[in-house]
């Protein structure tokens, strides 16, 4: 799994940032496992399309992301943790589809602005490393 | 981030605690339950599903700790959860507990001490409104002393003073109603009161409408000490009339509670107008322009928007104008403005103070080391819990910060445990009263400031010890630890715990230096030859004045009272000087003298400013000063009879060239009447200890009488009987005249007074110094012995010599503490000059000094290395090779 983890990120940084990342310590990656915001945003995405409990949110990530960013699943949680206490979420406790008690959680409105800046700042960056990354020697 | 949310989450989190910590549980529960769920549906039997979910969910308690800490909030638990740890840890090994606890609570104690008497003395004026800005006057050689009309004269020509007020010592019989008792006085201008802001607490003050030329205000205004131990908190005392030196003044009010007068360690008894100093002080001429005498200090506050720069050119400017306008009386000396309270004591006083201060700090930063290293050492011991935890998911962050929450609860505990102490020996030295004859206090009740400087110095020491295992912590392999055992290899190389060592036993040598210095500056104030001999003569001080003479019926009953002493079996001989003998409370008045060949006797002309006393015919015998020459003082050198003059040596060569040159020559006073030298004595000490060697001249005090003087009567009897004896001598020739007795020693303590105290502290912070420094020592051989045991086991066995194995061992501790030793030296060595303010001849080229400081720090590392070295060399290879 972790190997996973590496994989994607050594695809999504390159290798210099992800050499950058190993550099700065291999604890570094312990405790994020993931770019640092990138899993803040994909709760945020996940939770925008209806109230969640955690173990969805980890389900509809792997769902609209094609299975291609797996993290820890305990990871989840300290994130939500986070995204709840800076006001991006709020969450409130309800019964499953299986029938278990379980805290479900939603957007709020800060959490919603927060989301479609962060989707234009990733969209941004995707198309500049896409221009970049397609740069060809005589275009110089 | 919205802070009112955050705010409200780590509310919720303080105070809900428990619940929140459920309700996390249960979620995290939750899920690994909704995870078995899909398991157990895509074929898995339960209890493989449940396993398997909790594998895939990861390490539980790891995000469970990190959801908390991104909740927020979490501060405090943590903080909980850590000082209970710490706590059961430091229960587990209590003797580097009670070690760590002893050795800061010592050290902020210290600091305590002396930030308490930094703030009483220097941060905090006196205890006046708006005293931060309330300047005293000094005049070239550091004093504030000048005649009263120019006192006025500035008070009237300056532009940068709001107002200008001024007082002077007026030391009085006081009657108030049965016996006269001694008691001590300002002398102040009527605007005193109004100059400082201060309101009465009975009664009324004096004020400047009240003054009317010479003895037109015979008011008194009482201390409120003075009033609650004299007077008994009488409140009917307003009004009531009593007697000063036999005459009526009339006590108009007292003054508030805090108010002690003027000066910081000096209290008055009462304030009286200066105008009415006549009455108390015969002889006194409140016109005299030449009479240095009047005012002690001067002082005001300076007009909003001038700077002290401005207010002394201001003063110096009036001072020009005096010195053109009065050529005969005034000579212009630079003058200079310093905060009020400490008068000239100020700079020697801030210098000292400072360098205590800087010593304290020292003994702090070289305990920090010391506990820096035994923190080291404990994480060293401990490297293997610390894998432990490492391995099992702790963060190092979380590790360290455990660590420091150990090291801030023993500086808070040592620290609390300091401060006690500090504030228990401030509270003493508040109280002490160290001279019974003199009214010296020291106000130096600590105060809040100095709480909260000795609980910060406390945490940021904590933090400073705290940090030094980070490194430990943050290299550790637990792979490897757990593998081998603790075990680092002990390298060849610096560690960080060799530089502490250094830097502390370097400390330790500074302040044993300073303190071996002013040891031998105080030995040699002790011994040095004052030009009389204290030890066996007595004092009797005495105001005739107190008891209504006048000056012209004083000369024929001192000679009745000192003819009546020398009748006193024992006594060997009686002779009396007037006003104050030399060294007692700084007493010296100094006096122009011209050659004889001078006529314009402007100050420009001035030969020599020497001391002057005036003393009776048998007093350099009494005293014991030696007569190089000539004569003393004969009882027909009186009125009639030409002026005459006995001289130091320092006088005789620095005006005639030698001794025997000076022998019946003639030189011209002030006042232009010439004095026939009759007599050459040894030099001696006149103002203080550590005064440079200063002319002074003796005439007769029956050619210039008064009605105070010391006489000083010379025995070798036991000096109480001799007290007792001479105390009934003088009530059988007049029963009314208060006299105090005391040795001439016992008198001098005022003058050693503060080398007295700057060795005693000295002293005590090199003794803690050079304790830090065992312990480090020890602390570090016995480690290094302890962790080599088998080293030296095999080297034993292997046939190392004894001298071998002491040398494998504690080499290394001896090598630093040679390095240590030697820094420490050096600076302490240049320490010294900030010394030679306070002690006699501080000097750091004193061979017994030096010796002293290199005998000293061997014998600490002999005393610290001696229990490891018998450990080492007890080491039985037999044994400790068959133990693992």
């Known amino acids: 799994m972790r190997g996973g983890v590496r994989i994607v990120l050594l695809d999504s940084l390159g290798e210099r940032s992800y050499a950058l990342l190993i550099c700065l310590g291999e604890g570094a990656l312990d405790q994020a496992q993931i770019l640092p915001g990138t899993l803040d945003l994909l709760i945020l995405k996940a939770v925008s399309l209806g109230p969640l409990h955690g173990y969805g949110i980890l389900l509809r990530i792997g769902q609209i992301s094609e299975s291609a960013l797996l993290i820890e699943q305990g990871a989840l949680y300290p994130a939500l943790f986070r995204l709840v206490r800076q006001g991006l979420l709020k969450a409130n406790w309800g019964t499953s589809d299986n029938n278990r008690r379980a805290k479900f959680y939603e957007l709020t409105a800060t959490g919603r602005k927060r989301l479609s800046e962060g989707a234009e700042g990733w969209n941004r960056l995707a198309l500049a490393m896409a221009a970049a990354l397609a740069a060809r020697p005589e275009e110089i | ?884």
């Open chain 2, 1 to 884: 981030m919205n802070l009112l949310t955050w705010f409200r989450s780590v509310a919720e989190k303080l105070f809900h605690g428990s619940q929140v910590a459920e309700e996390m549980e249960s979620e995290l529960h939750a899920h690994i339950a909704h995870r078995a769920d899909d398991l157990e549906r895509s074929g898995l039997s339960r209890q493989e599903a449940e396993r398997r979910a909790r594998i895939e969910f990861g390490g539980y308690q790891r995000y469970r700790e990190e959801s908390y800490e991104a909740m927020g909030g979490r501060f405090f638990q943590t903080l909980l959860m850590d000082a209970r740890f710490a706590f059961r840890v430091l229960r587990k090994s209590p003797g580097f507990t009670a070690a760590a606890i002893t050795t800061l609570a010592l050290a902020i104690g210290a600091n305590a001490v002396v930030f308490g008497i930094m703030n009483a003395m220097i941060l905090r004026p006196l205890n006046v409104p708006e005293s931060e800005n309330l300047y005293g006057t000094e005049y070239g050689d550091d004093s504030g002393w000048q005649a009263y009309p120019n006192y006025v004269e500035l008070r009237n020509r300056n532009k940068s003073f709001e107002d200008l007020a001024s007082f002077t010592f007026a030391f009085v019989g006081l009657d108030t109603g049965n016996n006269p008792s001694r008691a001590t006085g300002f002398a102040t201008s009527g605007n005193y009161f109004d100059v400082l802001r201060v309101q009465p607490y009975l009664g009324r003050f004096y004020h400047a409408v009240d003054e009317h030329g010479p003895d037109s205000a015979p008011y008194l205004v009482l201390t409120y000490d003075y009033w609650h131990s004299h007077f008994h908190d009488d409140r009917g005392v307003v009004g009531r009339m009593v007697e000063i030196n036999r005459h009526p003044f009339t006590i108009v009010g007292v003054a508030p509670p805090g108010f002690h007068g003027t000066l910081l360690f000096v209290g008055p008894d009462f304030m009286m107008p200066v105008v009415n100093s006549g009455q108390v002080s015969p002889g006194f001429d409140l016109k005299d322009r030449a009479n240095y005498g009047g005012v002690f200090e001067a002082f005001g506050h300076l007009k909003p928007g001038v700077t002290l720069a401005q207010a002394i050119a201001d003063m110096n400017s009036v001072s020009a104008y005096m010195a053109k306008t009065y050529p005969k009386e005034f000579v212009h000396k630079s003058s200079s403005l310093s905060l009020q309270g400490l008068t000239s004591f100020r700079r020697p006083a801030v210098a000292f103070v400072a360098g205590l201060m800087v010593l304290a700090g020292l003994i702090l930063l070289a305990a920090c080391a010391n506990l820096g290293s035994l923190f080291a050492a404990h994480a060293a011991d401990r490297s293997r819990e610390v894998a432990l935890r490492l391995s099992l998911g702790s963060s190092r962050a979380r590790i360290l910060r455990q660590m420091l929450t150990e090291a801030v609860m023993i500086a808070l505990v040592g620290g609390a445990a300091g401060l006690a102490m500090g504030v228990v020996l401030l509270r003493r030295l508040s109280e002490w009263n160290p001279f019974p004859t003199a009214p010296v206090h020291f106000p130096v009740t600590p105060d809040a400031k100095v709480y909260v400087v000795a609980l910060l110095l406390a945490l940021v020491s904590g933090f400073l010890f705290g940090i030094v295992p980070l490194r430990q912590v943050m290299r550790a392999n637990p792979y490897e630890i757990v593998k081998t055992g603790s075990s680092a290899r002990l390298g060849r190389r610096i560690t960080v715990r060799d530089a502490l060592l250094v830097v502390q036993i370097a400390l330790c040598a500074v302040l044993v230096t300073s303190s071996l210095v002013a040891v031998r500056g105080l030995m040699r104030s002790l011994y040095c030859n004052p030009g009389f001999d204290a030890r066996h003569t007595m004092l009797v001080s005495m105001s005739l004045a107190a008891d209504g003479y006048n000056i012209d019926r004083a000369p024929a009953m001192q000679k009745r009272l000192m003819e009546a002493l020398e009748e006193i079996p024992g006594v060997e001989r009686v002779g009396l000087v007037n006003d104050f003998a030399p060294l007692l409370y700084g007493s010296g008045a100094r006096e122009n003298v011209f050659l004889n060949e001078a006529t314009d006797l402007r100050q420009a002309n001035v030969a020599l400013s020497p001391y002057r006393y005036n003393v009776s015919p048998g007093y350099f015998e009494a005293a014991g000063t030696s007569l190089l020459a000539g004569r003393g003082m004969a009882w027909n050198d009186d009125k009639s009879a030409p002026l005459v003059a006995v001289v130091n040596q320092e006088f005789a060569t620095k005006i005639f060239g030698s001794v025997t040159n000076a022998m019946g020559r003639f030189y011209k006073l002030q006042n232009g009447t010439r004095a026939r030298i009759v007599g050459v004595v040894e030099d001696g000490k006149y103002n203080s200890i550590t005064e440079a060697q200063q002319p002074a001249m003796f005439f007769s005090s029956v050619q210039f009488p008064s009605t105070g003087a010391y006489v000083a009567v010379r025995s070798h009897r036991d000096p109480q009987e001799l007290a007792a004896a001479i105390r009934s001598k003088v009530s059988e020739v007049d029963a009314g005249l208060p006299v105090d007795i005391d040795t001439w020693n016992n008198l001098l303590g005022v003058v050693l007074f503060p080398s007295r105290v700057a060795t005693m502290a000295l002293g005590v912070l090199g003794m803690m110094g050079a304790m830090l420094s065992i312990t480090g020592i020890f602390g570090m051989a016995a480690y290094s012995v302890s962790r080599r045991m088998r080293e030296l086991g095999i080297r034993v066995a292997l046939g190392a010599k004894r001298s071998e194995v002491l040398r494998t061992a504690l080499g290394r501790a001896v090598k630093l503490l040679a390095i240590g030793s030697a820094v420490g030296l050096f600076f302490g060595l240049l320490a010294t000059k900030v010394l030679a303010f306070i002690v006699y001849q501080a000097t750091p080229r004193d061979p017994l000094v030096l010796a002293g400081v290199v005998l000293a720090m061997a014998l600490l590392g002999l005393v610290a290395t001696w229990i490891p070295a018998q450990r080492a060399l007890s080491v039985d290879p037999m044994i400790l090779l068959r133990e693992d």
